[in-house]
């Protein structure tokens, strides 16, 4: 259920990417885009009744059922990409104000 | 008009792709994920047939009991270098447009500080370090680890910005703490081809799981992650709160 | 329909109603906001998926670090409009 | 003790202690820049293991004949650069030390989403070399769509890593090769990896971002971006789709339409483009396509060959434009009329590359384009020929044009000073195409064997 949410979710954030003209909300539909992608990966490991993959003192051995530890993995890595990739955008975005004076693309000529 | 018809677009793409994945019967369906195709399941039995118990086994192939920091840092640890230089070209991108050769003061932003937010933010200043480190320690043995430690010591120094609108950290010393410490990740990872015979191997010893000293330099590399993240973070706030000193 | 699957069938509902708000939303205040909820709903499902991990990271990074980056670049723009 | 990895492992350490002090960025740029080629002359073939993990479950690198052409090509192109560029963007050291490690680990690496992470570490890095352009919309665009494209790989990946279980290139060839699942299922994974790829690698209907980029690079952004980054995300494309790509029936179609469409758009809107710099932004989109419909043709030995060509005289175009619009404040054709009136041989250089890339005889160009084009005719892809060749005459018409107006000065004097160094480049990339123009036998003396990827799989698995 989750995985088809996960799936709209990111053609939510690509809707966002197409009609938005305002720079920052373009930041924010690839934020939702980013977060969509990342809740689709988990979804990929997900199992039903299988546990959280840590070795504790009260679920300690390996033969339990455990849930896909490797999306997790990915999803970590792929979590810090996009808060540098919105780091950046955002930075961008202040320069183009400093620059234009304006957050819409439209308004800004830049030939 | 094209919005109701970008969103009608994106919606069926998104119903196209559902069915598609729906269609597909190597796919697995959402919870029955058939780990033992998967090449997950070395890393939860850590390559060996008889169990892993918590607390008892010594010298398994990869020290964390946390399965996902095994993967992080010692299977695939080649990834989470690559990820720490994404967060060093960002950190150092966001001070290249921001930054400025001139002095940099903090901005006046027409947002005083009042009294509860000044004494809360000196009692939970603490509180939010203690956790940052706790989480960056125990990252081999309970859920978190680097990332989330280091963004909690980031968020510690983002509340002194908060609390107080004169108040600017060291960047220097985040620069030099921040390049130390990736050196030093390269540098036991070239430790490891030399000494051992692998790239980024686990030369040190791995232990018995689950205890604070064990899964050789798992720890060591999660320590100078969480310093990294946290001084890179903390560089980049202070980035997006000064600007350029009116001369 | 075990009791998982409804707190998954709320939680979608929940995470495309807030994505959408967040997208279409005119006010840059309000859209940053509905952003960071979208992060803590997605915080809440990777718990529910026993990623608690990724919650971690999420929650940390996604909610308080980005929605923080979000508002000084609106501050620094509302600074500069006024000047 | 020397294996591939140092090519990754020395650029990496060198960026994370360059940011200590910035007097010594660039002397350290230029040094690992230096040693990476030397490096690469000692570094062994084969698979190189990372972490103590054997293949499909630790990282592993791959370095073949295939990896090695690239990755001098790449190098050797990214040093020239930088020592070209390094006393004007003393400020871009660190990032391109980190862009250094980029480009090598995109064509070394063996692992699908290590290759994700080399992409994003590539493309911030390309960003931040794109705002020395001073256009942060142009900036912004390539970001977001440079993104998207990220996102749609990944997306792509994690569906076929839903499907097979690993990350592994080599195992994920494996598993499709051996298994027995319907072709309509990895339909959806292919192209959203496909699409990914193709905003990287400059592909027609997704690179509205390359406009805005070339169209105001500089002598540091025009070269590295449309000849460095190109060639490798071309190559690495280019083993994507030799090995883990199976392209068939329908998706074959979709594909080979897009990338003609790409060629002859790229021609026209060249033909239309009065700037200098446009004319040569939308060629090199439709050599970009060129090439990826030589990959999926499996015509592999002509394609890395004109990705080289390409590289080779696109930068000695962008280098020429570049230096001359900085000088004259603008690349518009008339503006630069007479160009060459005052220094002939920086002119003969940009006319033998130009020539070289129209594929006319007497130059390496012409071999090239005409090895691949009987081969795509033996390959009975006629309709494809045919297209080459018309684009091949657009592309005569435009470019003879723009050396009409450069030779021929106008009423204005224009004397633009190329220093040393850039004749000096300019030397030995017009000798390369002259010799291996007259003399093409060592060009067939490589043979599409070079990528060895599938004899590594058999050895692998068959034992």
Not at chain 4, 84 to 111: C, F, H, M, P, R
Not at chain 4, 175 to 190: D, G, K, R, V
Request: glycine share 8%; charged share 10%.
């Amino acid at each position: 259920m989750i995985q088809y949410a996960a799936i709209l979710l990111m053609m939510i954030g690509l809707y966002g990417l197409l009609t938005n003209r305002n720079v920052i909300k373009i930041v924010i539909s690839l934020n939702v885009l980013e977060i969509g992608l990342n809740i689709f990966i988990i979804s990929i490991g997900f199992v039903y009744d299988g546990i959280a993959p840590i070795l504790t003192s009260v679920n300690n051995s390996s033969a339990l059922l455990f849930v896909d530890p490797l999306p997790q993995a990915l999803v970590l890595t792929a979590i810090v990409i996009g808060v540098g990739t919105t780091a950046l955008g955002l930075a961008i975005v202040k320069s183009i104000y400093q620059k234009y004076k304006t957050l819409e693309i439209d308004e800004v000529e830049e030939i | 008009m094209k919005k109701l018809l970008a969103f009608v677009l994106t919606i069926g793409l998104g119903l196209l792709i559902i069915f598609a994945l729906d269609a597909n019967t190597t796919f697995d369906d959402f919870g029955f994920a058939n780990l033992a195709e998967r090449v997950s399941t070395r890393y939860i039995t850590k390559g060996s047939n008889v169990d892993i118990i918590f607390g008892q086994t010594l010298e398994p192939e990869s020290g964390p009991a946390n399965i996902v920091t095994s993967i992080v840092v010692d299977y695939r640890s080649f990834d989470t270098l690559g990820e720490v230089t994404v967060l060093f070209i960002s950190a150092l991108g966001v001070a290249l447009l921001l930054g400025s050769a001139g002095a940099q003061k903090r901005m006046e932003l027409n947002f005083k500080p009042n009294f509860m937010l000044r004494v809360g933010s000196r009692a939970l200043f603490g509180i939010i370090i203690m956790t940052g480190v706790y989480v960056t320690l125990h990252g081999h043995l309970t859920p978190g680890g680097g990332f989330p430690g280091g963004a909690m010591i980031a968020s510690a120094m983002l509340l002194l910005y908060l609390a107080d609108d004169e108040f600017r950290a060291r960047i220097k010393g985040f620069k030099i703490l921040e390049s130390i410490a990736g050196s030093l990740y390269v540098i036991i990872g070239l430790l490891g081809l030399v000494v051992a015979t692998y790239f980024l191997q686990n030369f040190l010893p791995n232990g018995t799981v689950g205890d604070l000293l064990s899964s050789g330099i798992v720890p060591i590399i999660y320590i100078l992650i969480g310093l990294k993240v946290g001084s890179e973070i903390s560089g980049m706030i202070d980035n997006f709160l000064t600007e350029e000193e009116a001369q | 329909m075990i009791m998982l699957d409804y707190i998954m069938l709320v939680l979608s509902i929940l995470l495309l109603v807030i994505a959408f708000l967040a997208v279409s939303e005119k006010s840059l205040i309000k859209s940053v906001i509905f952003l960071s909820a979208l992060s803590m709903l997605s915080v809440v499902a990777f718990v529910v998926m026993k990623a608690p991990d990724v919650a971690l990271t999420e929650a940390v990074i996604g909610s308080g670090l980005v929605t923080a980056l979000f508002v000084f670049t609106l501050l620094s723009i509302k600074k500069e409009e006024s000047k | 003790m020397m294996s591939a990895i140092l090519l990754i492992a020395i650029p990496l350490l060198a960026a994370f202690l360059s940011i200590l002090s910035k007097k010594i960025a660039p002397v350290l740029l230029l040094l690992v820049g230096a040693a990476n080629i030397i490096l690469l002359w000692f570094v062994p073939s084969g698979i190189v293991i990372i972490g103590d993990f054997e293949m499909p479950f630790g990282i592993s690198l791959f370095l073949d004949s295939y990896a090695r052409i690239a990755l001098y090509l790449v190098n050797g192109l990214f040093f020239i650069v930088t020592i070209l560029n390094v006393v004007e963007y003393k400020k871009l050291s660190s990032i391109l030390l980190v862009a250094l490690a980029a480009l090598n680990g995109l064509l070394l690496t063996g692992d699908l989403f290590n290759l994700f992470v080399f992409l994003e570490v590539a493309g911030i890095a390309a960003y931040l070399i794109s705002t020395t352009n001073k256009k942060p919309l142009a900036t912004f665009n390539y970001l977001v769509i440079g993104t998207v494209g990220s996102i749609l790989y990944l997306f792509g990946l994690m569906i076929l890593y839903g499907m097979f279980g690993t990350l592994n290139m080599m195992d994920m060839i494996h598993e499709i090769q051996t298994a027995s699942i319907a072709y309509s299922s990895l339909i959806l994974p292919f192209f959203l990896m496909f699409m990914g790829l193709g905003i990287e690698a400059k592909l027609l209907p997704f690179n509205a971002w390359v406009k805005g980029i070339l169209k105001h690079s500089n002598t540091l952004s025009g070269p590295m971006i449309a000849s460095v980054y190109a060639a490798a995300i071309s190559l690495m494309f280019g083993r994507l789709i030799n090995n883990l790509f199976m392209f068939e029936g329908k998706l074959l179609l979709v594909v080979t339409v897009l990338l003609a469409l790409g060629v002859v758009l790229g021609e026209a809107m060249a033909f239309s483009s009065k700037k200098a710099r446009e004319i040569l932004l939308f060629s090199s989109i439709s050599q970009a396509c060129i090439t990826v419909l030589l990959f999926v043709n499996g015509i592999i030995i002509w394609a890395v060959y004109v990705v080289i060509a390409n590289a080779l005289s696109k930068l000695v175009l962008y280098l020429i434009i570049n230096r001359a619009t900085k000088e004259t404040k603008s690349d518009d054709v008339n503006d630069l009329q007479g160009l060459f009136a005052k220094n002939i041989f920086v002119g003969i250089a940009f006319t033998v590359a130009a020539l070289s890339v129209m594929g006319l005889p007497l130059f390496a160009g012409f071999v090239i384009k005409f090895n691949y084009l009987t081969q795509l005719a033996v390959a009975g892809q006629m309709a494809i020929v045919a297209l080459i060749l018309v684009a091949s005459l657009v592309e005569g018409i435009y470019f003879v044009k723009l050396l009409i107006k450069l030779w021929y000065s106008g009423e204005k004097e224009i004397n633009v000073k190329f220093d040393l160094p850039y004749k000096a480049v300019f030397a030995v990339v017009t000798l390369m195409i002259i010799l291996f123009g007259l003399y093409s036998a060592p060009l067939d003396s490589l043979d599409n064997g070079i990528d060895t990827m599938q004899d590594e799989i058999g050895v692998i698995y068959n034992g």
